[in-house]
C-alpha cells in the first residue's frame, strides 16, 4: 500500500541540507545519549550514509538517495523510504514520519526507550 503523499519541491540544495539537518541531528541525539551514559551506540559516518551499531550488535542505517531525493532506514524491523513532506520527512507507504519511526526502531534494538527529534 502507497501513501497518498504530495512530496516538496526541493532544490538540489534543499534537499543536501535538510538531509544533512537530519543526520546530523540523529548523530548529536546519539552523542547525547553516549556522554550521558543512557546508551553505547557507535555511529559511522560516510557522506551521505549514517550506520548506528547497538549494543546487540544490531544496526541501523540511514542513507540519503539524492537521484530519488529520500532519505532511506534499513533497521531490523525492515527498510522504509522518506520524502520530504510539507516540512517533515514521511514514509512512501504509510506516511509515518521518519524521527517518529527511527525512535520505534532504536528503542526496539537498544532494549530500552529512546527518542529522536527532527532537527529545528
Excluded at 45 to 53: A, N, Q, V, Y
Aim: proline letters at 6%; glycine letters at 8%.
Amino acid at each position: 500500500m502507497s501513501a497518498d503523499l504530495h512530496p516538496s519541491p526541493l532544490t538540489d540544495s534543499d534537499y543536501d541540507a535538510k538531509t544533512r539537518a537530519a543526520l546530523a541531528s540523529v548523530e548529536a541525539s546519539v552523542d547525547a545519549w553516549l556522554q550521558d551514559d543512557v546508551v553505547d551506540i557507535d555511529t559511522q559516518r560516510t557522506g551521505g550514509l549514517l550506520e548506528m551499531s547497538f549494543p546487540d550488535g544490531s544496526k541501523i542505517v540511514l542513507n540519503t538517495q539524492p537521484p530519488l531525493q529520500e532519505l532511506w532506514l534499513a533497521a531490523r524491523s525492515g527498510g522504509f523510504h522518506y520524502k520530504y513532506v510539507e516540512g517533515a520527512w514521511r514514509d512512501t507507504r504509510d506516511g509515518r514520519e521518519l524521527f517518529e519511526a527511527l525512535s520505534a526502531c532504536a528503542s526496539q534494538q537498544a532494549g530500552q526507550s529512546l527518542r529522536f527529534t527532527p532537527p529545528g
